[in-house]
């Protein structure tokens, strides 16, 4: 039998099962199971400086779907509303780590028009009868003062295939629209230039319930849809995203052999400090630690002995000395003594960066320019995966760098810069 975690607190990412193909490319749910009440996303994990990479189809995170009427753009730019540019945008204030997911929807053929969804699956041996849902609305650009009111509008559907759903802006057929959820931009026929949108005057908090049938191992998508409206479009958002469920009543009560009741990761002098706790176990054999740069591929670090049967409160605690730069990504995975494991919650930690230095391009051929920070003396390359594909020091004092990079495969990948105090920071670039 498969043992499952019990979740107490608040999910950062839910409880996630990466098993589910969309398109071409192997692409997560978020699992609903008996043992979790809500989930959560906060968007946090969106780049806060520079620029990042979401190409149409892909996920940036666990069960977040991303799709582009001018599929040929990857950019993820990070903005502060100051910009009337069309595009994919991590919004939020210069230099803060609070992030919110928006656009600026085009008729250009080099931007055109976006939607994202969020890919659930029910996995709680009962039929899901109603979404509870809420998430705050954010406007971080006023178009001009020709410009009225625009709109992220909602939508559901449901299916029993991931492949059953179209998220394309440009259809609405198998959705169905909810209209209590639908973000309405406060601001309109207003002077054009940079809002805050943590500003109670820019947002709007919005919450439904919806009804809804979803039998055990079906799913639902949840869509956001960011049309090319009358006149230059405003700069909206979403932010602070929760979903609770009900399900019909259960006939018995619940095992839970293995009851987590708390899983936490903290930057600490360079390392990241993980702490869990279990209320009961049973046939536990060992917990893996698996970390991820993504939130997508995740890869083993540690192996920590678990207490077999026990009644009692047990601690375990991990350092991960060479963690990684920026925002990395944490789960657990629990393995009973037959074999089975289940997946613990995904927990995100950020690690103090160098000074910032500068990659370019971020979308390469052959070569990679590097304009390095003081004290830096390496470089190391991964993959999305995590794999390890280049290792190499800096000499003393050399501040720029070319790499050749014409020998990799097409991809997404993840450069990591460090120092001898432990300092890091992570660049991504795409090689074409």
């Given at each position: 039998?498969?043992?499952?975690?019990?979740?107490?607190?608040?999910?950062?990412?839910?409880?996630?099962?990466?098993?589910v193909?969309?398109?071409?490319?192997?692409m997560?749910?978020?699992?609903?199971?008996?043992?979790?009440?809500?989930?959560?996303?906060?968007?946090?994990?969106?780049?806060?400086?520079?620029?990042?990479?979401?190409?149409?189809?892909?996920?940036?995170?666990?069960?977040?779907?991303?799709?582009?009427?001018?599929?040929?753009?990857?950019?993820?730019?990070?903005?502060?509303?100051?910009?009337?540019?069309?595009?994919?945008?991590?919004?939020?204030?210069?230099?803060?780590?609070?992030?919110?997911?928006?656009?600026?929807?085009?008729?250009?053929?080099?931007?055109?028009e976006f939607?994202?969804?969020?890919?659930?699956?029910?996995?709680?041996?009962?039929?899901i009868?109603?979404?509870?849902?809420?998430?705050?609305g954010?406007?971080?650009?006023s178009?001009?003062?020709?410009?009225?009111?625009?709109?992220?509008?909602?939508?559901?559907?449901?299916?029993?295939?991931?492949?059953?759903?179209?998220?394309?802006?440009?259809?609405?057929?198998?959705?169905?629209?909810?209209?209590?959820?639908?973000?309405?931009?406060?601001?309109?026929?207003?002077?054009?230039?940079?809002?805050?949108?943590?500003?109670?005057?820019?947002?709007?908090?919005?919450?439904?319930?919806?009804?809804?049938t979803?039998?055990?191992?079906?799913?639902?998508?949840l869509?956001?849809?960011?049309?090319?409206?009358?006149?230059?479009?405003?700069?909206?958002?979403?932010?602070?995203?929760?979903?609770?469920?009900?399900?019909?009543?259960?006939?018995?009560?619940?095992?839970?052999?293995?009851?987590?009741?708390?899983?936490?990761?903290?930057?600490?002098?360079?390392?990241?400090?993980?702490?869990?706790?279990?209320?009961?176990?049973?046939?536990?054999?060992?917990?893996?630690?698996?970390?991820?740069?993504?939130?997508?591929?995740?890869?083993?670090?540690?192996?920590?002995?678990?207490?077999?049967?026990?009644?009692?409160?047990s601690?375990?605690?991990?350092?991960?000395?060479?963690?990684?730069?920026?925002?990395?990504?944490?789960?657990?995975?629990?393995?009973?003594?037959d074999?089975?494991?289940?997946?613990?919650?995904?927990?995100?930690?950020?690690?103090?960066?160098?000074?910032?230095?500068?990659?370019?391009?971020?979308?390469?051929?052959?070569?990679?320019?590097?304009?390095?920070?003081?004290?830096?003396?390496?470089?190391?390359?991964?993959?999305?995966?995590?794999?390890?594909?280049?290792?190499?020091?800096?000499?003393?004092?050399?501040?720029?760098?070319?790499?050749?990079?014409?020998?990799?495969?097409?991809?997404?990948?993840?450069?990591?810069?460090?120092?001898?105090?432990?300092?890091?920071?992570?660049?991504?670039?795409?090689?074409?």
């Amino acid at each position: 039998m498969v043992r499952r975690f019990t979740r107490i607190a608040n999910f950062f990412f839910g409880c996630l099962l990466l098993v589910v193909v969309l398109s071409e490319d192997a692409m997560a749910q978020i699992s609903l199971n008996p043992f979790t009440k809500s989930y959560t996303q906060d968007f946090n994990a969106l780049p806060s400086s520079g620029t990042g990479t979401w190409e149409h189809g892909t996920q940036y995170f666990p069960g977040w779907s991303l799709y582009r009427t001018a599929p040929v753009t990857l950019t993820l730019a990070v903005g502060t509303g100051s910009h009337n540019a069309g595009g994919l945008y991590s919004f939020g204030l210069a230099g803060s780590t609070d992030r919110a997911l928006g656009s600026i929807a085009s008729a250009s053929k080099d931007v055109g028009e976006f939607s994202w969804g969020l890919l659930i699956q029910n996995n709680t041996g009962q039929t899901i009868t109603s979404l509870n849902i809420s998430y705050t609305g954010e406007q971080w650009r006023s178009a001009r003062a020709a410009t009225p009111q625009h709109m992220l509008s909602f939508w559901y559907a449901t299916g029993t295939e991931p492949s059953a759903f179209n998220l394309s802006p440009k259809s609405d057929a198998g959705w169905t629209s909810v209209k209590e959820l639908d973000f309405k931009g406060p601001v309109f026929y207003a002077a054009g230039g940079a809002l805050n949108g943590n500003d109670p005057a820019n947002k709007r908090y919005l919450s439904a319930s919806i009804p809804v049938t979803i039998p055990d191992k079906g799913y639902v998508m949840l869509r956001w849809k960011d049309l090319d409206e009358f006149e230059n479009d405003h700069g909206l958002a979403i932010d602070d995203f929760s979903l609770t469920w009900s399900t019909q009543v259960s006939s018995g009560p619940t095992i839970l052999p293995v009851e987590l009741v708390n899983f936490k990761a903290t930057a600490q002098n360079n390392a990241v400090q993980l702490q869990w706790a279990t209320a009961s176990e049973k046939n536990n054999s060992h917990f893996i630690v698996e970390r991820s740069l993504t939130g997508k591929e995740f890869a083993d670090v540690a192996t920590i002995v678990g207490k077999g049967t026990s009644a009692l409160q047990s601690d375990y605690r991990f350092t991960d000395e060479q963690p990684l730069n920026g925002a990395a990504f944490y789960r657990l995975k629990q393995v009973d003594y037959d074999g089975t494991y289940s997946y613990s919650k995904v927990v995100a930690v950020h690690v103090k960066a160098l000074a910032k230095a500068l990659l370019y391009p971020t979308i390469a051929t052959s070569t990679l320019s590097l304009d390095l920070p003081d004290q830096c003396n390496t470089i190391t390359i991964y993959d999305l995966a995590g794999r390890l594909i280049l290792h190499e020091p800096v000499p003393f004092q050399v501040r720029k760098r070319t790499l050749v990079v014409s020998h990799l495969k097409a991809g997404n990948y993840s450069l990591l810069l460090s120092n001898t105090k432990g300092e890091r920071q992570m660049l991504w670039f795409v090689k074409r």
